[in-house]
């Protein structure tokens, strides 16, 4: 029986089968899969196979089944997740590399643009020369290895090196808004200062974290003996774009001994953005800070960074121990790439093997340049209040929260509905199954409202405008003997 080998020749023909296939989804779109659910599960789901169906059998399938049955992120409407459909140039960029460097280390260009595209990126987000970054997999990551240093940080002030010797039985705490990513609470977790340490400092009416309450935190833990290790600021909210007051938020954590940590996964870049620039004064009080170019850049997911003021503690903080067979001669002259792995990322997070990344930032900058970067900022910001303004307009909608960035929280809310939040998920239940509107849904001051964040490159001004129709139609309908939803008496 002949033996079945993995393709290891030319790539081209593969690829230029797979491009057209999703040139044609982005031209036609997904539709709505869920018709079709049992026919690709029917396709894919099986035994190990004994038998390989070699090279063009595995594109039949990749062409055939996968690609017209993915999600919906590139679609113009797909408004739900702070991620999207990346765009054209990144994804090539994400492939050359697969292959030309598959990691992001020794001497080679890819090596260089790891560097080269943080610094960038740093300087794209007004964060100063003297921030220094590394990539990882996304903003769980990014907050992980920054609160990372911010313990090292903190206790080696108090005189632990808790990566060597673990916490020397220290007691901390971490400050961040109730309005703050669930993964600073998962990295405290991690990192052993514990989830239930993180103080969840309330926020204002308009979701930014409230600085009196923090200055109560602090005291509190400080009456008790608790070491504040980091004040994490949030640069753009996921649930409604929130800022929080950066510059007061640093001056408070430096004032009391504290790291200031900027959690801009989303929101960072929103500085571009001249209108909303003043909230951003405090960015230079900054420790550390993330953004991820996998979000408001329109990179392929997977990309993520963390940036610090001295990245010495990161290594301090994740240095690994010498292994052998990684070993380089410092004292021998670079000749060949090999003689050295460039710049150590490995030692500066939790990732040893890693994609070359910042080849990828890299293509995007040089693509769209500041200007180009700027105008996209721009028109998202633009989108959101386009909203806004159509909301504020109807009778039977009603804005719930004034767009900060490119997030937009609003409802249907006519006189008579009994139960606004229950209605309003049956609204966005219907959005998702039959129509091209594809927002999801938040909670803001208690209230159920529909959220619409926009990223998505493809997006235009008549998308905008379609689903505030949608919504309307949907709730009318609902209101006046379509399907069941609750109406007072």
Not at 47 to 72: F, K, Q, S, W
Not at 317 to 343: C, H, K, M, N, W
Not at 389 to 405: G, K
Request: hydrophobic share 40%.
């Amino acid at each position: 029986m002949q033996e079945r080998r993995s393709e290891v020749g030319n790539v081209g023909p593969y690829l230029a089968r797979v491009g057209e296939a999703l040139d044609h989804m982005l031209e036609k779109g997904y539709g709505d899969p869920a018709p079709r659910r049992e026919a690709w599960t029917a396709a894919l789901a099986g035994p190990l196979p004994e038998e390989g169906i070699g090279a063009d059998g595995v594109v039949d399938e990749l062409v055939g089944t996968l690609i017209p049955n993915g999600t919906r992120l590139t679609e113009p409407g797909f408004w739900s997740w702070i991620t999207t459909g990346p765009d054209t140039v990144p994804v090539v960029a994400a492939a050359a590399a697969s292959l030309a460097s598959p990691q992001r280390y020794m001497i080679t260009p890819f090596n260089l643009l790891e560097e080269l595209s943080l610094d960038w990126l740093a300087e794209l987000c007004s964060l100063g020369k003297e921030m220094k970054g590394v990539y990882s997999s996304g903003g769980s990551v990014a907050n992980l290895v920054a609160l990372g240093a911010a313990r090292q940080w903190a206790l080696e002030r108090a005189g632990v090196d808790p990566a060597a010797d673990g916490l020397g039985g220290r007691e901390l705490a971490l400050y961040a808004s109730e309005e703050a990513h669930h993964t600073v609470q998962r990295s405290a977790g991690v990192l052993g200062i514990g989830r239930s340490r993180v103080r969840r400092i309330p926020a204002d009416e308009q979701q930014r974290m409230r600085v009196d309450a923090l200055r109560e935190a602090i005291a509190a833990d400080a009456a008790a003996g608790v070491l504040p290790v980091a004040v994490v600021g949030t640069a753009g909210t996921t649930n409604t774009g929130a800022v929080d007051p950066l510059q007061e938020l640093g001056e408070i954590a430096h004032e009391h001994g504290a790291w200031f940590h900027i959690d801009g996964a989303y929101g960072l870049l929103g500085v571009l953005d001249e209108r909303v620039e003043s909230l951003y004064a405090g960015v230079e009080l900054a420790d550390s800070a993330i953004v991820d170019p996998h979000k408001w850049l329109g990179a392929p997911v997977g990309i993520a960074a963390t940036f610090v003021r001295d990245r010495a503690i990161l290594e301090r903080a994740f240095t690994q121990e010498p292994a052998a067979y990684l070993g380089f001669d410092d004292e021998r002259p670079i000749e060949v790439s090999l003689d050295s792995p460039g710049i150590p990322y490995m030692d500066h997070s939790v990732e040893l093997s890693s994609p070359a990344r910042g080849v990828v930032v890299w293509s995007i900058v040089r693509e769209l340049g500041r200007g180009g970067i700027r105008a996209r900022i721009r028109r998202d910001n633009d989108l959101a209040r386009r909203l806004a303004e159509h909301v504020r307009l109807h009778p039977r909608l009603e804005l719930v929260t004034e767009p900060v960035l490119s997030i937009c929280c609003f409802r249907y809310a006519a006189e008579g509905i009994a139960d606004l939040d229950a209605f309003n998920e049956t609204v966005l239940r219907r959005l998702l199954r039959e129509t091209p509107y594809l927002p999801s849904s938040t909670l803001v001051g208690g209230a159920y409202v529909i959220r619409p964040c926009f990223i998505n490159a493809r997006t235009r001004e008549e998308d905008v405008d379609g689903l505030v129709t949608a919504v309307v139609a949907i709730g009318d309908e609902l209101r006046t003997g379509g399907e069941a939803a609750p109406q007072s008496s």
